[in-house]
């Protein structure tokens, strides 16, 4: 039984809608919630929190001078790689549970992972790392090529080139959004992707489930709908488990939530895409998780960073939960989440907008339907 610490005070990084979650749990464990991040109309955690600072997540000297007057026990947040280099600068100086400022960057500059994979034997796509356009630098690559911001997430800037000038356009794009004006060039590697949900404690892994992903078509391959457990064979199941053990501890994740991303080829072999050293966004670790495995992911995240956490035996799937986002692509869900009907198997329901727009990026979603339910469901046009 762990013994929890009640009347802490917990640091949450960022306050959108994605913290809104690990808001909520932290006030019901009666900690202390300070919560900062740039007052830019959105920050839904403001009034819920005890304290709001409206200070950018980016600002870590600015964050820990606060967090240091404060007293605070623990600092985290869940879904966005944006806030994790300055949570770990903080939960470093004041010798709180985390991970190390070497860690932050494997996990969140896509470049620097690639080298740590290669680095440590994990096969991965053939990739360059460029500031801007220069035909040499992919005169060894074939067509067609993947461009990425190297240091953002939610598929902003992430489009696929088929020649020379799509490159080009390309690469302007992810670097005008890229925080370090750079971007990742890699080999197209064509597949099925899912991500791994994991926890880790003091340098020790689980993994908890695995997600099947559906992906917009090319080229800009935004995530529609997430399904758990995976429907993979258990053959792949385990490869997919050895490789991820194998990027969390290249990147030298030691404490708190992972989100592995991978593509499965159609010839079975397993490709890291990227790792973030936080909680699967898109409500997989918040809703999902927890609806298909009974893990209290939330729960063990915020005792991780109070440094009170057990790390459990194992984690066993106990129902199939999903989640499905409305756009453009997938209008056939309006009537579903519009209707006031209420339908056994959906758990949560949200209609954002009507106006229905094709998915560019994760921003550009409209709405989204949750389920549970003894099997996969299936939502269809």
């Known amino acids: 039984m762990i013994k929890r610490l009640y009347n802490k005070k917990i640091a949450i990084l960022g306050a959108s809608y994605l913290q809104l979650p690990l808001v909520q749990k932290a006030k019901e464990n009666g900690l202390e919630v300070h919560c900062f991040a740039w007052d830019d109309g959105r920050a839904v955690c403001k009034d819920i929190a005890d304290c709001f600072y409206d200070i950018s997540v980016l600002e870590k000297e600015l964050i820990l001078t606060e967090c240091e007057k404060i007293g605070i026990h623990g600092i985290l947040t869940i879904a966005t790689d944006i806030c994790i280099p300055t949570i770990s600068y903080v939960a470093n100086h004041l010798k709180l549970s985390g991970n190390s400022i070497e860690c932050s960057l494997l996990t969140t500059n896509k470049s620097l992972m690639r080298k740590c994979f290669e680095e440590n034997g994990i096969e991965s796509p053939k990739s360059v790392t460029v500031s801007e356009f220069k035909p040499e630098d992919f005169q060894s690559f074939t067509y067609p090529v993947i461009i990425k911001p190297s240091d953002r997430s939610g598929s902003l800037g992430v489009i696929k080139a088929s020649s020379l000038e799509e490159c080009k356009k390309a690469i302007e794009n992810a670097v005008s959004v890229s925080f370090s004006k750079t971007c990742v060039v890699e080999e197209f590697v064509a597949g099925k992707e899912v991500s791994v949900e994991t926890v880790s404690f003091k340098g020790k892994h689980r993994i908890i489930t695995i997600t099947d992903k559906e992906i917009t078509a090319e080229p800009y391959f935004v995530e529609l709908a997430h399904h758990q457990p995976s429907a993979f064979s258990e053959e792949i199941k385990n490869k997919i ?13 030691e404490n708190g939530a992972s989100h592995i991303e991978l593509m499965i080829t159609e010839d079975e072999k397993v490709y890291p895409i990227e790792i973030g050293s936080r909680m ?24 991780i960073a109070l440094d009170q956490y057990i790390l459990p035996e194992s984690i066993q799937s106990t129902a199939f939960s999903g989640v499905y986002f409305l756009s453009k692509e997938t209008e056939f869900l309006l009537p579903f989440i519009s209707s006031n009907k209420e339908e056994k198997d959906i758990v949560k329901k949200e209609l954002l907008s ?14 989204y339907l949750i389920y549970k339910s003894d099997h996969k469901i299936k939502v269809t046009g």
């Open 354 to 367: 009507d106006h229905l727009q094709p998915a560019h990026s994760s921003n550009d979603r409209s709405g």
């Open 241 to 253: 488990n050895e490789i991820s053990y194998a990027i969390l501890n290249a990147t030298k994740v």
């Open 280 to 303: 699967g966004g898109d409500f997989i670790g918040s809703d999902l998780v927890p609806l298909s495995t009974g893990f209290d992911y939330m729960q063990a995240v915020l005792d």
